[in-house]
């Protein structure tokens, strides 16, 4: 978990508009259509339950829509998980700017990517990024129009992932289960890695606690000099 500093503000805005999915993956030059090797669903709702196995890669209330394509990726590059409001949301329509929260991805090697549901072990977190200079992270990906750069560590073994970006709204986090979480997986094949690190793993769901720092938080009332813990698990980076 990362500390980072969070200034008191007070923002408010639609719960409606505060929604959103990842709905494309951009890699290797190229940017797939909507959906395209991504389990989305067709209501853009959040997780509010941790301990729920649709903590893994979303679910009902927001049933998801199987496929059955894989994204080709290289290791120790980065791709793009592009996030919107709903899936024919334009640029402009990512999440709600009052909604503030911390930005993760996970990836767990699987089998067989298409049909692996993401729940248990397997999970490691490659990236994180919570609030700093006077910035959450859900609004950096907001500014750059929905855009969140992921990188792949070049470290890890070659085969078949699912990619998991994540979304935390933290607007409602003064009460237990009040924090709005979205996520959902990509299919990935990576190739180019060197196999030499074997990433320490987290079950999903058992990576956060209703009653985490980062989770059960007034963001409104803290001081300028406050720090934000960033939820789950410490990050992995190639040694």
Known sequence: MKPSTVFAGVASASPASAHTIFVQLATGGQTYAVQYGIRDPSYDGPQTDVTSRNMACNGPP?????????????????????????????????MDAGH???????????????????????????????????????????????????????????????????????????????AQLYMECAQINITGGTGTATPKTYSIPGIYKSNDPGLLIDIYSMKSNSQYIIPGPPLFTCP
């Open 62 to 94: 927001n049933p998801t829509t199987p496929s059955d394509k894989i994204i080709p990726v290289m290791a120790g590059t980065s791709v793009t998980a592009v996030w919107r409001h709903t899936l024919t949301s334009g640029a402009n329509d990512v």
């Open 100 to 178: 503030k929260g911390p930005v993760m991805a996970y990836l767990k090697k699987v089998t067989d990517a298409k049909s692996d549901s993401g729940v248990g072990d397997g999970w490691f977190k490659i990236q994180e990024d919570g609030y700093s200079n006077g910035n959450w992270a859900t609004n950096k990906v907001i500014n750059n129009q929905g855009n969140q750069i992921i990188h792949i560590p070049p470290c890890i073994a070659n085969g078949q992932y699912l990619l998991r970006a994540e979304m935390v709204a933290l607007h409602g986090a003064r009460q237990t289960n009040g």
